[in-house]
């Protein structure tokens, strides 16, 4: 049987709401729209833990956090697997190309694909002087090198003057052409003009939008600026005192306490939205005029999602929906997947460490003993059956490091520096607006999800449980020592 070819988009910091199919009053998403109406969404996907590089590692091996070494954002360690997404696929026969962002280290590390055309955004760590020459992101990534040859030496990102992890929002500041989001899809165009004809391909096109800078085209500022706007989700539990602590700096992890610069992050962080979905547009487009499009599978992700200013929160690495819900949807032209149930939605909880084993599986190649997550395929053709019960994330994050476990209806959080524990009720309060950890009638429920939490734990070298109960206050490392030894 013919393989058929295998596009993965990724985004960068997408909440699983941010979109036209998924209910959002204000965001349009024409295109991805289009591929939720055409394949299965999975509403109930998460990033196990969400940042970056941890999410990444995820989606690359297959694994667990515990298992790939990565509990929450580290710069330059290096990542050595013996088992990832596209070195099995290369196995496979399949030629395997990514553009955009990689975030693994060393930079030109290629996990495992035939080629990579690099952009992995502003990375502070790959940016100091003291970084050696060929690891300097001015040499080692291909767009910053590419944008100095068109518009000079000193053309940078960083020409708005917006860091990569701040809450504010202008317009880009040169031509469209010229933007990041545009790049991946030129150079995804150029790798399907390029490509071998007689060879199944793996594309990954990694954007890099709508992670800040917040800085899509005047055209995509102008389709919000002036609208109302849904405001922030801040329910009953949360306090006000790092917000204002933190509210008045450019990239705290609160957004800022100005209501007028929240709205204004909201609008570009839309319009940085829009901008990607027309340019996924541009590369659907290609793949129905290449005529690859009924011959090839899509599987739409994020990394991690955004809080925006719910909870008086910003950024990720928190337990809370706006950061740990990515999108996740699955379509496939006329000629493959025949079993897929088109235009429908699966409640089941699933993970980035599921994308592996799920396109292992429609290249028909072997999984590795390696992977920790599920094939998702049969819940495309069944999108009422499941995969897990339960989920175990966490994020290593300072005072604010956490632990939880969600279902398809609910969701236990346990914050280990202070031992504070948290309990929502999804299905009827999907916006974590009402904390019910001292419900009467939810205890023997608090009491069960915990358990699954003390089970997760109790083997593990941090100390945080004993087997009976968790031990909150115990050294919390961001990384584990098998992410250089598997």
Not at 90 to 102: H, I, P
Not at 170 to 194: A, C, G, I, Q
Not at 435 to 464: A, V, Y
Request: proline share 6%; hydrophobic share 35%; net charge negative.
């Amino acid at each position: 049987m013919k393989q058929p070819n295998i596009i993965l988009i990724m985004t960068d910091q997408l909440r699983g709401d941010c979109l036209g199919y998924a209910g959002h009053p204000d965001v349009k998403t024409p295109y991805l729209d289009t591929l939720a109406s055409k394949g299965v969404c999975f509403d109930r996907a998460y990033s196990a833990c969400p940042s970056c590089i941890a999410a990444r590692a995820a989606l690359h091996t297959g694994m667990e956090q515990s298992h790939h070494g990565r509990l929450g954002y580290e710069d330059n360690v290096p990542w050595n697997y013996a088992n990832t997404m596209a070195g099995e696929l290369s196995k496979a026969g399949y030629y395997t190309q990514c553009v955009g962002k990689m975030h693994v280290h060393p930079l030109r590390n290629y996990l495992g694909f035939h080629n990579v055309d690099l952009h992995d955004g502003y990375l502070h760590a790959a940016r100091y002087g003291s970084v050696p020459y060929r690891e300097s992101q001015f040499v080692a990534d291909d767009y910053f090198y590419w944008l100095k040859q068109e518009l000079g030496v000193t053309a940078d990102v960083t020409d708005t003057g917006i860091d990569c992890n701040s809450y504010l929002a202008r317009p880009w500041m040169h031509e469209e052409k010229y933007h990041p989001t545009n790049w991946v899809t030129d150079r995804s165009l150029d790798f399907l003009r390029r490509r071998d004809p007689n060879r199944p391909f793996f594309l990954m096109a990694s954007y890099l939008r709508p992670h800040p800078p917040f800085d899509a085209p005047q055209y995509y500022f102008d389709l919000y600026k002036d609208k109302p706007l849904r405001e922030p989700f801040v329910g009953s539990w949360e306090t006000e005192e790092y917000l204002r602590k933190d509210g008045r700096i450019f990239d705290s992890k609160t957004g800022p306490i100005d209501k007028e610069l929240a709205r204004q992050a909201m609008i570009g962080y839309y319009a940085c939205i829009t901008h990607l979905d027309h340019q996924i547009g541009r590369l659907i487009m290609a793949l129905i005029e290449q005529e690859v499009y009924d011959d090839s599978v899509i599987l739409f992700t994020s990394d991690h999602g955004e809080e925006l200013c719910d909870h008086h929160m910003f950024r990720k690495s928190r337990p809370y929906e706006g950061s740990c819900h990515i999108p996740f949807l699955i379509a496939a032209g006329k000629n493959v997947l025949p079993d897929l149930k088109s235009s429908s939605t699966c409640h089941a909880v699933v993970e980035l460490r599921d994308v592996m084993p799920t396109l292992l599986s429609i290249a028909g190649a072997e999984i590795p003993d390696s992977v920790d997550g599920s094939c998702l395929l049969p819940l495309t053709a069944d999108p009422s059956a499941s995969v897990r019960p339960w989920l175990h994330g966490e994020h290593s994050y300072g005072e604010f490091s956490n632990h939880w476990i969600v279902t398809e209806t609910d969701k236990y959080i346990w914050h280990s520096a202070t031992g504070q524990e948290q309990y929502f009720d999804l299905k009827e309060d999907p916006h974590e607006l009402c904390d019910r950890i001292d419900d009467p009638d939810r205890q023997n429920r608090i009491h069960e999800l915990r358990g699954h939490l003390i089970d997760c734990l109790k083997d593990r070298t941090e100390g945080m449980s004993d087997g009976s109960r968790l031990i909150s206050g115990r050294p919390y490392p961001v990384t584990l020592p098998q992410a250089t030894a598997r």
